[in-house]
């Protein structure tokens, strides 16, 4: 997102300034859904799926992108550039109907504050790490970045699937209990909850 204008400007010239617009519409645009998805379906199995979707939006992407750097015809690498783009798109569109509002809201729920403030500085650093790097990844590696980000999310996949826990229609004490190990005190509990 930060660099859609430089990963994409020189596959989509024809497009110039509009590209970053286009994201940028598309990276808000699916946050009204996915207000009204989250609170119908469980975070595990819309984080599960969607993760699955993403890895395979990204390889369709990686693919693409390679396609559109190559040597072919004016044609086949014209195509596969829309084809990368749209593949990117549908990974915006996913991720902001999944991964980008379910981490949050999911973390909120099973965290306390002190976890949950290592959590969001963590994030804060590695995203303004990632901003800074992309420009200089996608020069050198083009659209292979995208396919190792695909694993990524095929790995974020499997740990939803096998490790997550689904927190939807449960009380506070009930989410505590889910990742305790051992039996929480039903008096400790009120007690937190009157604090």
Known sequence: MFAGGTIFGDVLPSWGNYI???????????????????????????????????????????????????NGTKEATDAAALASFICIILYIIVFELSLGPLCWIYQTEIMTDKGLSIGVAINLILTVAASLLAPVL????????????????????????????????????????????VPLDADLLDQRDEE
């Open 20 to 70: 970053q617009p286009l994201i940028g519409f598309v990276n808000w645009a699916p946050v009204i859904p996915a207000y009204f998805l989250i609170g119908r379906y469980g975070r595990k199995s819309i984080l599960t799926i969607c993760s699955f979707l993403i890895a395979f939006s990204l390889v369709g992407s990686g693919i693409s992108y390679n396609i559109a750097k190559g």
């Open 138 to 181: 996608f020069q050198t590696f083009k659209g292979w970045n995208f396919i190792v980000c695909s694993g990524f999310s095929l790995l974020c996949a499997f740990f939803c699937l096998f490790m997550m826990k689904e927190t939807k229609g449960l009380s506070e004490k009930e989410i505590a209990q889910l990742y305790s190990s």
